[in-house]
C-alpha cells in the first residue's frame, strides 16, 4: 500500500472512508510559508460531499485540523499533520458489500492483494482518500504563490458523455469555474450538463466525461528527464487518481492523425522571451516545462455505482447479484475538478524545489 | 536530472547519444536468475536503428556488456551494469544544432533547465537512451519468467495516423507482431501501414500513431494504490517514452461516453477463477491488477524532426530558420513497440518484488 | 524536515512539543497483522515521561488512538495513522528560550536553517518527537512476531558515566531490565545509577551514559551491501535519537586494540547451523545478519537542560545568560532505552521485508 | 542489494572484485560544474592498491573512464557514469575460498542472504567496491567547491592499535597528512605507526584503528532532523564502509562520562557569528551544522585475511581450516582515510542540495 507521494514535497496520506479519520502529513514544506486552516478548507469545501445537487448527499463537513508543522501561522520546516474527522456514518447502508463485490469496484482486487478490506464505504479505496490530497494541495498551492508568484492552476469540465464545453484554455478563470456546479469552463454548457447529471441520476444510472486543466505562468526548466519528466509525473499523480481511465498532454491522442510539419510548434522571440507559435507540445517539451501553458485532459469513467441489480460474485466465490445501496455522486467530475487541480499542484511543487535544488542560482 | 526507476527493481540509466556510451545499473534484481548478455541483446536488436527500411539509417549494432552482477551464468544479487559503447558518431551532422532550437524538440527546454545541453545527437533527449532501459527490462522479462511465470506482455503497433489495424489482445501473438518490420498485430494492415511510412519518408515529413500492448497471465493482487495504482505506474512508464503524448487504460477516453450500466464489467465465476464479462476495467481495479488482461495504449506523436526548413530561434535568442539533418526514423512506433513492452516489463517487475514483501505468504 | 524512515515500512512522524499533538503514519505494514491500541500503549508507557522518580515529572499521560488502517482488530495493509494529543502544555515555561539559545541544545541550528522554531519545548526537537518513533515500533514489532517468530530486542542500560552494569547480552530477560526504573540489565546495579541520578539532579545538573542492546533470534540474511547494510542502518538509526554521540556494534572501538589473528570469528557448526566461536562480528559480517546475536551500543550526552545559568547568545546575537526553566531528565537513558529498542525494532522489520522482496522463496 | 546512496546527489555504484569493473552512476549531479577525468583519478590513486609499501602489493592502475554526463569539460546535469576496468585478477588465488568460508569475512553471510556468491577476491564484499564511492565523492567535492566554497574534509589516522597520533583537527592540513604512507595527521607518529603494520604483516598478522575526521567551513544549517541529521547520515555512511565497527562525533563514548555542566558548549558572539567556546557537539546540534568544525571518528577492525591457518567451516557444512593466501593490506587504515572523506564529502554534497532545496533564498 503506497500511500506516498512526493521527492522533496513529500505526502503521506491515511485514512479510510469510515473509521477515525482521513489526513495527511506533509513532510517537506519550506518553513515560513503564512499557513492557516482557512487555506487548506477551502479547497476541502470545493471537493466535499453534499456542496450542490449534483453531487453525492452523504454530508460531510470535512473540518480540518493542523495538528503540527505552524507557529504563529506560518510552517515551520517540520512535518504538517493534518486531521479531517469522518463523521456521517453508515456503515450498514454498506453491509452487502461485506459479502459481495461491487462491479467495477475496487472489492475483489484488494480481497485479492490484502486478504482482507474495510467493507464500509469502499474503505481505502473510496474518493474520500483524496482528501488528503487536496489537503496537502493547499498547501503545494501557498508553496508556489511564494516561490513561484503568477503560477496559476485551473481545471474544468472539458466533456460529460458526448457534450463538450468550448472552453479557452488561456484566458478561462477560476472565477468562471467556480461559477456553475458542474465546474465547467463553458457557462454556456453548464445547464445542459447539470441537467444530463440529474437525468442520469434519476435514472439510477451515471456518466463521466474528460477534465481539462491548464497550468498558465509555470516558469521555464520544471521537469526532469528522462523518467521523472514533467508530463510523466502529471499522468501518475492524474492517473491515481480514483475512476481516471487515461491522460493525454498537449495534442493527445488526436495529435497523432496529424504530420509533423503539421505538428511542430516554431520557436519566434516575443518580448525577449523563447515562444511557439503553436502549443501541441502542451507547454512540455523533453520532459521540462517550456515556459508555455501546460494543458492536459483526464478521462474519467462512469461512476460504478449505480442503483441496478447487477450480476456479480461474493466473497466466497459464488456468482450472486448485488444491487447499488448508498449515497454517491452520479458524476464524479464536479468533485474532480479539485483534485486534478490539486494533484497538479503537487508535481509542480515537487518539481519546483527539485529545480531550486539542482539548477537554480548556480 | 532523474534517470532512476523503480522501488525495489532500480533502475539507473545513463549515456548520450554521442559519448562514451550508454547503459544501465540494475540494482535490486534477485539471485540466481539464469541471465546472459544474449537475453539482453535479443530485446536491444529489436529496438536499434537500422532494422529495417522502415527505421533510422543511423547503423549502430548496440552490443551489450555485461559489466556486473553475473556469475556463471546467473544473477549474483549486486548490482548488474550493462554497457552499449556508442559507435556511428556523426556530430557534424548536428553542428548547426549547437545553434538553433530544433522544433518541438527537447533543445529549448534542456537549454532552459540546465543552462548547457549535449547538442550531437540530441544528447541524454535523444531515443537513444532507451538502451538502458530496454536491457534493464529484459532482465525484469528473465525476473518475471521465474517469479510469476506465463506472464506475457506484448505491444504492436494499433495505429499509423489513421490507418487503425484490427487486434484482438487477447489472442496476439509475438511471432504475428514480429512478422512485419512496422510491428503491427495486423498482417493485413501491414503492407499500408509500411507504405504510408515510406511515403511520408521520401516527403521529408513524419507521422505518429498508437501503440496497444497486452499484458497476460498477470496475477491478480498487483498495484498499490493509492499514488502507486499499476495504472498509474503504467501511465507514467509510458509518458516517460520519448514523443508519447497520451495514455489510456480499458476504456479511456472512450469509455467517458458510456453510461455506468453500459460501462460497468460484471463479475462472475469460471473455473474456480472470479472473472469479469467485460473488461472495460482494462485488467486493473482501483489500482490493482484483478486477473484480467491488462490492456492499455499509448499516442505518439509525429518524430519532430523534419527535412523542412522551419521558423525557430538561436542559442542567442533571435528568430532563424533550421532544415532537419542527420538520420531519423520518419515514424517511431516500430522501435517504439520493445520500448513500450520494456517499460510495461518494468513496472510489473517492481510491483511484483513489492508484493512478495507485503503480501505474500502471510 | 525528513520525517520518514524505512524503504519498505516506511513511517512519517509528525507533532513538536506542544501543539495539536504527536504520531506516526506508517505506510507499508503487511495486511492482518493483529493490533490494537493497547499493544501500542504498552510501549509508549516505557517512554512516558513522569513514570518514575528518575524521569521528568512532565506529566502525559500519551494516549494513543489509532485512525486508521485497521478493520476488527487487524491491519488493512493501508496506512496506519497514529495520534497522541499533547496534554500538559506549559508553554510559559519556556518563554525565556523565545529569546536564547538554549546551550547544547538545536534552538540556534535550527534557526540557522529554518530561519524559525518553535521554541516551546524544544518545538519539534523535543524527545517527545519519539513518542511516534516508538508507536511505529511497536507495530514493527507485531510484524516481527509473526514473520520472524523468536526474534527478541532487548536493550538496557550498560553504564551512568563511570558506573558499569555487568550484563550477559545472551541470557538477560526483558524482565529484568523492567524490574528496575533504570532499566540496566544488572540488577545488583541499579540501586547505585538510580542514587546516581538522584543526586546529579538534586545538584541541578546532569549525566549520560550507554545503552547496549541486542537481537537475539535474527535469521541470517538480513541487510543489503554495500550503503544498506544492517548495522550501517542501525547506526543511522540510534544517531538519529536525539543526545546521542556514538554506536558501535560487536568489537567496536575496542577491538581496533587486537590483532586480526585475536579478533577474528572462526567458524564452525552446531547442530546443522554455522555458528562462530566468539562474536566480536556482532552478528554481522559484510553487512549481513550471520544468525549470531546482534550486539551494538549506543552513547547518551548528558542531558543538555541543566538548572545552572550558563552563558549564551540571543537570538539578537548579543552575548547574554540563560538558566534552564522546565521539566527535565536529569538522565535520559531510561526512557532512552525504549527508544533504542523501538529503533531497532524498525530497522530489522524493514530489513525483512527486504529480504522477502528479494531474496527468500526463488 | 541496496547500492545506491543519497537523496539528491544520488549514486549506484557496481562491480565485483573480479569481473568486468567497478564503478557508479551519479544522477543528481548540478550541470556546469568543471569536471576532468583527473579531478576523479587523483583521489582513485589515493585509494588504490599497491601504492605504498603499507598497502596490499596488489596492483592495479585504477584508470577510469567517463562514459556520460559531461561535455565540453563541464557536467550536464545528466547522469555521470564512470567505469574503472579489473586488471590484475588472479582468481586462481581464491580457489579455496570458493568452498570455504573465510572467518570474519562477508562470505558465509552472502551465502545465507543470496544463495550465491561471486567467491572470486570477495566478490562485491571486496574493499574494491569502494572505487565507485571515491570517484562520485571526487566530484561531490567539485560541487562542494562550487556552491559552499571554504568547506573542506580531512581525515587521517588517529590510532593504529594502541599507538595514538597527536592531531588537531583545527589545523591539521591535507599536506601533512599526504606526507606520510600511513596518512597519519601526526608525522611524528608516523615511522611508529608504519613499522607495526610491516611488523605485524611479516607476522602475517593484521591490526586495526582509529579515523578521524574533520569538516572545515561548513555552513550552519546542513542535515535534516529528525531521521536524516547530519550525523546519522554520517554514521550510516562510515559504517557503510568495510571493516568499520563504530562512529563517533564530538565528544563520543567518552563524553558520556562528563556531566552536563562539564559538557555544555556555551554560546558567544564572534565576529558576528554564533559560536561555542568548546565543540563537544562535534559541530552538529539537534542534527543540524552549527557552524563549528565537525570532528568525528571511526574504528576500524583488523583486517580479517591473515596468513595463519584457522578454524572454519566448508560451504557443505563441515568443519574444516583455511589459510589466508592472496594479497591484502595487513592494515585498512591507510587507504581507509580517502574513503572516509569520500564518504562525508558524498553526506555533506547531498545535504547540501536539500538545503537548497527547502531552505535558501526564501
Redesign the interface.
Known amino acids: 500500500?503506497?500511500?506516498?507521494?512526493g521527492?522533496?514535497f513529500?505526502i503521506?496520506?491515511?485514512?479510510?472512508s469510515h473509521?477515525?479519520?482521513?489526513?495527511v502529513?506533509i513532510?517537506?514544506c519550506?518553513?515560513?510559508i503564512p499557513l492557516t486552516e482557512a487555506d487548506i478548507q477551502h479547497e476541502l469545501d470545493r471537493r466535499r460531499p453534499g456542496q450542490s445537487e449534483v453531487t453525492t448527499p452523504r454530508n460531510e463537513a470535512d473540518q480540518c485540523?493542523?495538528?503540527?508543522?505552524t507557529?504563529e501561522g506560518?510552517t515551520?520546516?517540520?512535518?504538517?499533520?493534518i486531521?479531517v474527522r469522518n463523521k456521517d456514518h453508515r456503515p450498514e447502508a454498506y453491509s452487502e458489500m461485506a459479502e459481495k463485490?461491487r462491479?467495477?469496484?475496487?472489492?475483489?482486487?484488494?480481497d485479492?492483494?490484502?486478504?482482507?478490506?474495510?467493507w464500509q464505504g469502499g474503505?481505502?479505496?473510496s474518493a474520500r482518500?483524496t482528501i488528503g490530497r487536496v489537503a496537502a494541495a493547499a498547501i503545494a498551492g501557498k508553496v508556489l504563490d511564494?516561490?513561484a508568484p503568477g503560477i496559476e492552476v485551473i481545471a474544468y469540465v472539458k466533456?460529460i458523455?458526448?457534450l463538450q464545453a468550448e472552453v479557452d484554455p488561456n484566458t478561462v478563470s477560476a472565477e468562471t469555474v467556480e461559477s456553475n456546479i458542474v465546474r465547467t469552463g463553458d457557462p454556456a454548457m453548464a445547464e445542459t450538463m447539470i441537467q444530463r447529471i440529474k437525468d442520469?441520476r434519476s435514472d439510477g444510472?451515471?456518466?463521466?466525461?474528460?477534465i481539462e486543466a491548464v497550468v498558465r505562468g509555470c516558469p521555464?526548466?520544471?521537469?526532469?528527464?528522462?523518467?521523472?519528466?514533467l508530463?510523466?509525473?502529471?499522468?501518475?499523480?492524474?492517473?491515481?487518481l480514483?475512476a481516471?481511465?487515461?491522460?493525454?498532454?498537449?495534442?493527445?491522442?488526436g495529435?497523432?492523425?496529424?504530420?509533423?510539419?503539421?505538428?511542430?510548434?516554431?520557436?519566434?522571440?516575443e518580448d525577449?522571451r523563447?515562444r511557439?507559435?503553436t502549443n501541441?507540445?502542451?507547454g512540455?517539451?523533453?520532459?521540462?516545462?517550456?515556459?508555455e501553458n501546460i494543458i492536459f485532459?483526464v478521462?474519467?469513467?462512469?461512476?460504478?455505482?449505480?442503483m441496478?441489480s447487477?450480476?456479480?460474485?461474493s466473497k466466497e466465490?459464488?456468482?450472486t447479484k448485488l444491487k447499488g445501496r448508498g449515497r454517491h455522486d452520479a458524476c464524479v467530475l464536479p468533485r474532480a475538478v479539485p483534485m486534478v487541480e490539486a494533484m497538479a499542484r503537487l508535481v509542480l511543487c515537487d518539481h519546483l524545489?527539485?529545480?531550486?535544488?539542482?539548477?537554480?542560482?548556480?
Open positions: 500500500m503506497s500511500s506516498h507521494y521527492q522533496l513529500r503521506s496520506t491515511f485514512g479510510e473509521g477515525g479519520g482521513v489526513g502529513v513532510d517537506g519550506p518553513p515560513r485540523e493542523i495538528l503540527s508543522g507557529f506560518v515551520l520546516g517540520s512535518p504538517i499533520s486531521l463485490y462491479p467495477s469496484h475496487a472489492d475483489y482486487a484488494y485479492a492483494k490484502f486478504g482482507i478490506r474495510n474503505g481505502r479505496s482518500e511564494q516561490l466533456t458523455q458526448e442520469i444510472n451515471s456518466v463521466g466525461g474528460v521555464p526548466g520544471l521537469g526532469e528527464p528522462v523518467f521523472d519528466r508530463e510523466a509525473d502529471l499522468a501518475k499523480a492524474m492517473i491515481s480514483p481516471t481511465k487515461g491522460f493525454e498532454i498537449g495534442s493527445g491522442f495529435g497523432t492523425q496529424l504530420t509533423g510539419r503539421e505538428h511542430n510548434d516554431h520557436f519566434y522571440m525577449g523563447v511557439t507559435k501541441r507540445s502542451g512540455v517539451q523533453g520532459g521540462i516545462s517550456n515556459g485532459r478521462a474519467f469513467k462512469p461512476t460504478a455505482t449505480i441496478s447487477q450480476p456479480t460474485v466465490k459464488e456468482d524545489l527539485r529545480h531550486r535544488a539542482f539548477c537554480e542560482n548556480l
